[in-house]
């Protein structure tokens, strides 16, 4: 018998526990203190399964967004209605709980190693790579990872992948979705990116309030409904479609349809 109880990635869940407990506690002052952050939705996360549950949502930083949501998610697990008082909800966190994230990104430093260790399914981005734009195949084994978070328990992704607003959704979340066939909640976030920095570790603005909404699972025929009808679900839930700009250019309107046509030509590798 193992002296120390892994995670199917082989994370001593000990080692685990004691990392989201650090780093949450260092980052609650950052949504209750120095910052508010206003919660929507804390009883959907109360009537989910345990596991094969996809979390979708608009992304602001690269890390501030997922550790927000781990404080959300263990804070209403435990009866907090919308709040996040008290950080003693921490003391005994979901441990199947997991993030896609690009692995150049978690590869980039040891803080980002310690994060990815607290739950980080990484995956290595098909479209872009040291800032440079690029198309190269999916890994069938980043998909295999996804599937065994899910069959584990919860994971969020952010499907646009990237931190800019609007982006065109990555049709491979939609292959997931049909694939593995989860539950589909989304989350809309706001005020991230006023308060904190790209990376989400550092304090740009004070006082700035920022929101998270958690909604109500989407509704998906897996057998039937085709990758870009999901699609437009998904944007449309997490408030990414264009039509959600209150003000778009016929200059911005064309650059939306641009790269929309670009990633289509990039990935028909999902077809």
């Known amino acids: 018998m193992p002296l120390f109880k892994r995670n199917p990635f082989g994370h001593i869940l000990f080692i685990k526990k004691w990392i989201i407990r650090i780093v949450g506690i260092f980052f609650h002052s950052r949504f209750r203190r120095f910052n508010n952050l206003k919660i929507e939705g804390s009883e959907i996360i109360r009537n989910l399964p345990k596991k094969n549950v996809l979390f979708i949502s608009n992304h602001q930083t690269y890390f501030a967004d997922v550790i927000a949501m781990f404080h959300v998610f263990n804070a209403s697990l435990k009866g907090r209605d919308n709040s996040i008082k008290n950080v003693g909800y921490l003391w005994n966190p979901k441990l199947n709980f997991y993030f896609i994230a690009a692995g150049e990104t978690m590869r980039s430093g040891i803080i980002p190693k310690i994060f990815g260790y607290a739950g980080s399914v990484s995956v290595e981005r098909t479209w872009r790579?040291?800032?440079?734009?690029?198309?190269?195949?999916?890994?069938?084994?980043?998909?295999?990872?996804i599937g065994m978070a899910l069959d584990d328990g919860w994971v969020v992704t952010f499907p646009q992948g990237t931190t800019t607003a609007f982006k065109p959704i990555r049709r491979g979340t939609a292959h997931i979705i049909k694939k593995y066939k989860p539950i589909v909640v989304p989350v809309v976030i706001d005020g991230f990116r006023r308060s904190f920095d790209k990376k989400g570790l550092n304090i740009k603005k004070r006082n700035v309030l920022?929101?998270?909404?958690?909604?109500?699972?989407?509704?998906?025929?897996?057998?039937n409904e085709d990758v870009a009808d999901i699609i437009t679900k998904i944007e449309y839930a997490i408030e990414q479609h264009p039509s959600f700009l209150k003000v778009l250019s016929v200059k911005e309107l064309e650059k939306v349809a641009k790269e929309e046509k670009a990633l289509k030509e990039k990935r028909k590798f999902w077809d």
Do not use: A, C, F
Request: charged share 40%; glycine share 4%.
């Open 129 to 145: 790579s040291k800032g440079e734009d690029i198309n190269r195949q999916v890994k069938m084994s980043d998909v295999s990872k």
């Open 210 to 223: 920022q929101s998270m909404v958690i909604k109500e699972p989407l509704e998906i025929d897996y057998e």
